[in-house]
């Protein structure tokens, strides 16, 4: 199976990012190591990744298979981390672990990064890392967790420069809820690790002029709305199966406040079904063109954006009452910071989106083994989708 995956006569999405992006900058690193030039290269994300793999192309000829399964051993390493983070607390029997962490393994925009050449799965993996170093201990996190946690965040940041949003993160975790004992060091000391991901970002931005290399600097994007109600709509209809868990308390302001900001959302700035490969992508998109529009916005839209935002608001009121805060912290930085994106793919959210939804329903009341249904039906529709795609 391993092998079909990696053959090279096999034609899948995310051979084109390799091609056009990751393997030219991974070539070109490796034939001017020791010291490439960062100032600009044939990548919009950050050099960390080109670097690690530059090394052993110089060392390998540029064997395309050898760096691939590099990819791989780093995208194993991501589930590795995610499962620590899962067992961390949960309050899911142990078999139900593995259950909820594979709509993530086996998603289609994890296994495809798995098995080309992509930042995606590596950012994640430091995105993950740094969750469970904050994670670990009950909160507050000692100064050392923190530190850990701010070099994980560095790394996903210098993979992919959007994962700054975990800076905010890190400073919410230093923060103090009520007196902190003396062993955790001073306040200000707390907050000092969440320098590190922007003092290791800050020299790239000062030699790109902006947050990403010169080549791709048109492809920067502003706050927008459509990307926003995307965002919503992926979290919507992969929270579905955790409705069990995220909807267990059958709130009905909350789901009646969701309905009426999702209608609004949709009323204020409609988002029609339209063919443009370069701004929308991914199953979800493709599925919205079969539904009819309605006062401008996909027919689908109109379902899964209030599902986005119940769900989201369902963690949040979660950490609000219980203390909890991390996970739905979590979701809400990267979604805020996702707004800047030029572009809404699916690929983009999904992973992180899997792996959030998971980690706080496992560590939160469990409603029952029939529950389990909906992750498991989720994790068989993503293998067929695999089999499917790789004719394995």
């Known amino acids: ?33 020791p010291l490439p030039d960062l ?27 050898l760096l691939r399964l590099a990819t791989l051993g780093l995208s194993l390493g991501l589930l590795a981390f995610a499962a620590l983070l899962l067992a961390g607390r949960a309050q899911a029997p142990t078999p139900a672990l593995g259950l909820a962490l594979l709509p993530l393994a086996l998603s289609p925009y994890v296994i495809g990064p798995a098995v080309r050449l992509s930042t995606d799965n590596v950012a994640l993996l430091g995105v993950v890392a740094c969750l469970w170093a904050l994670d670990r201990a009950p909160p507050p996190p000692s100064w050392r967790a923190l530190l850990l946690a701010a070099l994980f965040a560095a790394a996903a940041t210098l993979t992919r420069q959007v994962h700054g949003w975990l800076v905010g993160l890190l400073v919410l975790a230093a923060l103090p809820r009520s007196a902190l004992p003396s062993s955790t060091g001073p306040r200000l000391a707390r907050l000092l690790p969440a320098a590190i991901p922007v003092l290791a970002l800050a020299p790239l931005v000062l030699l790109w002029g ?23 709509a992926v979290l919507g209809g992969l929270a579905l199966p955790w409705a069990p868990w995220l909807w267990a308390e059958r709130s009905a302001p909350l789901a009646l406040g969701s309905l009426a900001l999702g209608a609004a959302l949709l009323l204020l700035s409609p988002i029609p079904w339209v063919e443009d490969p370069l701004r929308y992508g991914g199953s979800l998109w493709r599925l919205a063109s079969f539904t009819p529009e309605l006062l401008g916005s996909t027919g689908l839209f109109w379902l899964l954006v209030p599902a986005g935002l119940l769900a989201m608001a369902s963690l949040l009121r979660r950490a609000w009452r219980t203390g909890d805060a991390l996970p739905g912290a979590a979701l809400l930085l990267f979604f805020v910071a996702n707004l800047a994106s030029a572009r809404g793919y699916q690929k983009y959210y999904e992973p992180f989106f899997l792996l959030v939804l998971a980690w706080a329903c496992t560590r939160g009341p469990q409603p029952g083994r029939w529950a389990w249904i909906g992750p498991a039906l989720l994790a068989l529709a993503w293998l067929a989708v695999a089999l499917v795609r790789f004719a394995l």
């Open 1 to 33: 199976m391993l092998r079909a995956l990696l053959r090279p006569g096999l034609e899948v999405y995310d051979q084109r990012d390799e091609t056009l992006f990751h393997l030219p900058t991974i070539q070109g690193f490796a034939r001017a190591l």
């Open 39 to 65: 100032s600009d290269y044939p990548s919009a994300t950050g050099p960390l990744y080109h670097l690690l793999l530059a090394p052993l192309a110089a060392a390998s000829g540029e064997d395309l298979l």
């Open 210 to 232: 902006g947050l990403t290399p010169p080549s791709f600097a048109e492809h920067q994007g502003g706050l927008d709305p459509h990307i926003g109600l995307t965002e919503l």
